[in-house]
């Protein structure tokens, strides 16, 4: 597969930015609109938006907190196109489809990597559950076992 040009990455660069614009100020509008948080928004006024922002998500502001992490992907996609390392799956070190990354610009891995990411993820929340389902009443795995003396 080719390297990802300059260009698209450029123009990822762009979208990457333009998203987090829009949701510094989704956060701020929302940190204005939450009057009853007015006062702690208003003692740490000096640490700055990011710190307000946090501080909301800690009170359990869902908006923000979504923002947040969102921010933080973004943050994080912008460090790896400054290191070089942007769309390249640290997975299997492939390339991520330029398709794939103007849908996701934020997308670590490549689809194949991810989707086993998330499936591995998925089973060890369906081992939990396992162990709740051997609970299940007897009657239940025996449908005849209610008629039975
Ligand atoms: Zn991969």
């Known amino acids: 597969m080719k390297e990802l040009a300059r260009k698209q990455i450029k123009h990822l660069a762009e ?3 333009a ?8 956060i701020r509008a929302e940190i204005e609109a939450n009057s009853s948080y007015g006062d ?19 009170l359990g502001n869902a908006n923000v907190s979504r ?7 973004i ?20 390339e ?7 849908a996701y610009p934020t997308a670590q891995r490549c689809e194949p990597c991810q989707s086993r990411f998330e499936k591995s993820s998925h089973n060890q929340q369906n081992g939990r559950q396992c162990k709740a389902s051997t609970l299940t009443p007897s009657s239940l795995l025996d449908p005849t076992a209610a008629f039975r003396e």
């Open 75 to 94: 943050t994080e996609a912008q460090r790896r196109i400054k290191e070089g390392t942007y769309g390249l799956c640290p997975d299997c070190n492939k």
């Open 67 to 73: 923002d947040i992490q969102e921010l933080r992907a």
């Open 19 to 26: 998203r987090a614009a829009s949701l510094q100020s989704e």
């Open 15 to 17: 979208i990457l930015v």
């Open 40 to 58: 702690i928004a208003g003692n740490v006024t000096d640490l700055g938006d990011e710190a307000s922002a946090d501080l909301l998500a800690d």
């Open 96 to 102: 991520i489809v330029y398709e794939r990354l103007i």
